[in-house]
């Protein structure tokens, strides 16, 4: 089986590629620069000599602040990206797997976000990921991830941003009012692979069972990892960031977890198994 993957050096892209040699299937993965997937010729020329079976899009524009001032860019790569992948899967009948995220949401609704909830983007990067999602409709072959605060091998994560700090600062400040819920990018990789297998089809939303706030994230890390450092609990506000972020957007996975007959590790499970696998 021939899998051709985009946004071939980012986490989630890793993780998959990973996944896929400890299984022996074929894939050619493309980074942004042999493969920008806002170009609809190059996007095209690359698919129609590779004849996929299944088309993997992990390329992504994650710069939420500077989406603010960038939309375009963000637009490019989030949007028509996806469309123009639709596009070129249609024409050799490859099927389509693609990821958004909680962003799209307001965090205003008290509670776990389901698949049918309305998306309500606050910034300009989840704007630019939900007319991404509106980009494959209509589109029969794919499958939609929504996943939330990924993190896995890389540096573009929350846990990569921390252990940066802990080198630099001897206090954190960590925001104890925004909540979501962590993902490993490893779990990610296996269960949306064997959502293809089993044939579903359509939107789901895929991350960790149990929602925390930052604050709490970062604790668990660092204490589980032994790295002793000062963290003070802050409001989201107090950093004064460009973007609004939702409060509250975490996701119920309840509806892959029915259809695959599993249940989802925690969100502390998934992070002890990244600090085993890191340290």
Request: proline letters at 4%; glycine letters at 6%; aromatic letters at 16%.
């Amino acid at each position: 089986m021939e899998i051709l993957i985009t946004g071939g050096k980012g986490q989630l892209a890793r993780a998959f590629q990973k996944f896929f040699a400890q299984k022996g299937l074929s894939y050619q993965a493309f980074s942004h620069r042999e493969l920008d997937i806002s170009d609809l010729k190059a996007v095209l020329s690359a698919v129609r000599a590779l004849r996929p079976r299944v088309i993997i899009n992990c390329a992504a524009y994650n710069l939420v602040d500077k989406a603010e001032e960038d939309f375009q860019e963000a637009f490019r790569v989030n949007t028509l990206g996806p469309y123009n992948l639709r596009l070129a899967a249609s024409e050799v009948g490859a099927f389509l797997i693609h990821f958004s995220t909680d962003y799209v949401f307001d965090g205003q609704k008290g509670g776990l976000y389901f698949e049918e909830d309305p998306p309500a983007p606050i910034n300009k990067y989840g704007l630019s990921k939900w007319l991404g999602e509106e980009a494959l409709k209509g589109a029969e072959n794919f499958l939609l991830f929504r996943v939330s605060w990924l993190f896995g091998e890389g540096k573009q994560n929350f846990l990569a941003k921390v252990l940066s700090w802990v080198r630099e600062r001897d206090t954190l400040y960590i925001a104890y009012d925004e909540f979501s819920i962590p993902t490993y990018t490893e779990t990610v990789a296996q269960i949306s692979w064997l959502a293809f297998e089993k044939g579903l089809r359509g939107l789901f939303h895929l991350t960790s069972n149990d929602f925390c706030s930052r604050l709490e994230w970062a604790k668990f890390f660092l204490k589980y990892a032994g790295i002793s450092c000062q963290v003070v609990p802050v409001s989201a506000s107090y950093f004064k960031l460009p973007a609004k972020r939702p409060f509250f957007s975490a996701l119920s996975s309840r509806k892959i977890q029915k259809e695959l007959q599993l249940e989802l590790p925690s969100w502390q499970e998934e992070v002890q198994k990244f600090v085993r696998n890191i340290f």
